[in-house]
């Protein structure tokens, strides 16, 4: 199983990016897809998470209305837009899958067990 993130970069405050992370080796349709981020020096934290058919999503509070996740299940990928970039939002961005289909995933998709870990992509913010 590969979960590989893309997208990342150098970003003025005030920008945009949009991720990506492409799932191999896995039923990608059966999973739960989240997007977490860890800053040098800090703890992990949860971004987003959106359930197996993208029907429901759940955002960071600190981040809802800023950030997006959303998926394409016949591309087997999950993206996050992100907008109004600042510095504190530079971080180490990676995406985990949870095998569930269960369509409620708050308030629980912060902190249950992800299966995959995948490699991140760096965002970095200058402000």
């Known amino acids: 199983v590969q979960l590989q993130a893309s997208g990342g970069g150098l970003v003025q405050a005030g920008g945009s990016l949009r991720l990506s992370c492409a799932a191999s080796g896995l039923a990608f349709s059966y999973y739960i897809m989240a997007w977490f981020r860890q800053a040098p020096g800090k703890e992990r934290e949860f971004v987003a998470a959106?359930?197996?058919?993208?029907?429901?999503?759940h955002h960071a509070d600190s981040l809802k209305g800023r950030f997006t996740i959303s998926r394409d299940n016949a591309k087997d990928t999950v993206y996050l837009q992100m907008n109004s970039l600042e510095h504190e939002d530079t971080a180490f961005y990676y995406c985990?899958?949870?095998?569930?289909?269960?369509?409620?995933?708050?308030?629980?998709?912060?902190?249950?067990?992800?299966?995959?870990w995948g490699w991140g992509t760096q965002v970095t913010v200058s402000s």
């Open positions: 959106i359930n197996w058919s993208g029907t429901t999503t």
């Open positions: 985990a899958a949870a095998r569930t289909r269960a369509d409620r995933i708050a308030p629980m998709a912060p902190t249950m067990f992800y299966d995959y």
